[in-house]
């Protein structure tokens, strides 16, 4: 109950293309959930994060689909760019003081 | 002014040691956090302390012993050091623990020969 589980493991995106990641969880008392961008040798760092209250959130290129009944959510990268090459982790966390739950990652690779 | 910052950056000792790895927040954090990052890339908390007290403690071995002198300081204590504890280990903190931004450090590499 207390897991994300994430897909795919690794993408490949042309550049400019749409990049989309998806998570499900199971624990219906989750209500924070972020994705966190992590570049080779750093820290992740937090991207773009959704309550339930909305179905959709976006901060320029990158977006979060939110489906509250099917317990899915989703990131989406516009016009992805070599620059978004990363590894991508959702992630998930109930109210109070449990530490977010991360899904395994997806390594993305945008290629020219 | 690096936020959360980790001490040392890369590790390489043999299997039975002892190491420690020091972390520090400037943020006024009352959350810090221990997780371990293994080859696959799978983060996994490891432990989170509010306000300098224990509050998880996942099933991490108990060769594995954090500290917290005062609230802006986490460091992890290692004991009789082996193989599968190679990995990145980051330390993270945040304002409240659960649903809030977590800032994480770099990570510190330790490698077990």
């Known amino acids: 109950q207390q897991q994300v589980k994430q897909s795919p493991q690794s993408l490949i995106v042309q550049k400019g293309g749409i990049s989309i990641i998806n998570c499900a969880y199971e624990?219906?008392?989750?209500?924070?959930f972020p994705w966190y961008q992590q570049f080779p040798g750093k820290g992740p760092a937090l991207l773009i994060a959704i309550r339930p209250d909305v179905s959709e959130k976006k901060e320029g290129r990158f977006t979060i689909s939110f489906n509250k009944s099917a317990k899915q959510f989703s990131l989406h990268i516009m016009d992805s760019q070599p620059g978004d090459s990363a590894t991508y982790f959702c992630?998930?966390?109930?109210?109070?003081?449990?530490?977010?739950?991360f899904g395994k990652g997806t390594r993305l690779s945008v290629i020219a | 002014d690096t936020a959360v910052s980790q001490t040392p950056k890369y590790l390489v000792t043999q299997m039975g040691n002892d190491k420690s790895i020091k972390c520090e927040q400037n943020l006024g954090h009352d959350t810090m956090y221990w997780y371990k990052q293994d080859s696959k890339k799978f983060l996994k908390i490891m432990f989170s302390?509010?306000?300098?007290?224990?509050?998880i403690n996942e099933t991490v071995p108990n060769r594995f012993s954090p500290k917290s002198p005062d609230k802006a300081h986490l460091n992890l204590h290692i004991n009789s050091l082996e193989l599968g504890d190679s990995a990145v280990y980051f330390c993270?903190?945040?304002?409240?623990?659960?649903?809030?931004?977590?800032?994480f450090g770099e990570g510190s590499r330790l490698t077990v020969l």
């Open positions: 993270a903190s945040s304002h409240r623990g659960g649903a809030g931004e977590l800032f």
């Open positions: 302390y509010n306000n300098k007290e224990l509050i």
């Open positions: 992630a998930a966390a109930p109210s109070g003081n449990t530490p977010l739950v």
């Open positions: 624990n219906t008392a989750f209500d924070y």
